[in-house]
């Protein structure tokens, strides 16, 4: 079956950087899109960013761009988020997720359990 496992979240001032990796399993992780997401208490689940299955095409929020860097190790079948610059506004759940499209959270077939990010000011 399908695992998803995130790891790498955790509490940092703003400024500082956090790097989130998702562990994938029991699908051909190297077919299929993945993309992270967050959701803040009492807000949807957005999009962060996306990337295709061989790492050449990366799509990004704009409330992030410049500052975090999607990638994708497809011989580990891993996935990571590097996260630059953090602001309070980047407090959230992070789930990584697998076969969607862009950064539409509706579109994801498989979905991790997420990893909390706290960034304070």
């Known amino acids: 079956r399908v695992q998803l496992v995130e790891s790498g979240g955790g509490s940092v001032q703003a400024g500082g950087s956090l790097r989130l990796s998702c562990a994938a399993s029991g699908y051909t992780y190297s077919s299929y899109y993945m993309g992270w997401f967050r959701q803040a208490p009492g807000k949807e689940r957005e999009g962060v960013a996306a990337i295709s299955p061989r790492g050449g095409s990366t799509y990004y929020a704009d409330s992030v761009k410049g500052r975090f860097t999607i990638s994708r190790d497809n011989a580990k079948n891993t996935l990571y988020l590097q996260m630059n610059s953090l602001k309070p506004e980047d407090t959230a759940v992070y789930y990584c997720?697998?076969?969607?499209?862009?950064?539409?959270?509706?579109?994801?077939?498989?979905w991790g359990q997420g990893t909390p990010v706290t960034v304070s000011s």
């Open positions: 997720a697998a076969a969607g499209v862009g950064l539409i959270p509706g579109t994801y077939n498989y």
